[in-house]
């Protein structure tokens, strides 16, 4: 089994700038990705970007890219997501995710585990 524990989220302007932290903890593989999706009241839940945790090869969604970063410290088991230039579309549950790879983690279908979630609300 894996756990995987959010924080960073808040209340944030919009322009600024958070970061989340993802820890994940129980039995690992040899290989594995790692992604961030997001859910807005009202929406489906949506890819945002994912790492392959050897491979350290990013992608993102459109609606990120150029504002979002996605990292990982393999010592702390710790995936990152940096977020800058924020607006009020970007209001949503984020939520931490793994997969078998960063092909097949982007799609619902393709995460094997979950965290719980944690909000960010980005008032204009």
């Known amino acids: 089994q894996v756990q995987l524990v959010e924080s960073g989220g808040g209340l944030v302007l919009a322009g600024g700038s958070l970061r989340l932290s993802c820890a994940a903890s129980?039995?690992?593989?040899?290989?594995?990705?790692m992604a961030w999706f997001r859910q807005a009241p009202g929406k489906e839940r949506e890819f945002v970007a994912c790492?392959?945790?050897?491979?350290?090869?990013?992608y993102y969604a459109d609606s990120v890219k150029g504002r979002f970063t996605i990292s990982r410290d393999k010592a702390k088991n710790t995936v990152y997501l940096q977020m800058n230039s924020l607006s009020p579309e970007d209001t949503a549950g984020y939520y931490c995710?793994?997969?078998?790879?960063?092909?097949?983690?982007?799609?619902?279908?393709?995460?094997?585990?979950w965290g719980q979630g944690t909000q960010v609300t980005v008032s204009s």
């Open positions: 129980g039995r690992t593989f040899s290989t594995y990705a």
């Open positions: 790492i392959g945790w050897t491979s350290g090869i990013t």
């Open positions: 995710a793994r997969g078998s790879n960063i092909v097949t983690v982007r799609a619902l279908s393709g995460v094997d585990y």
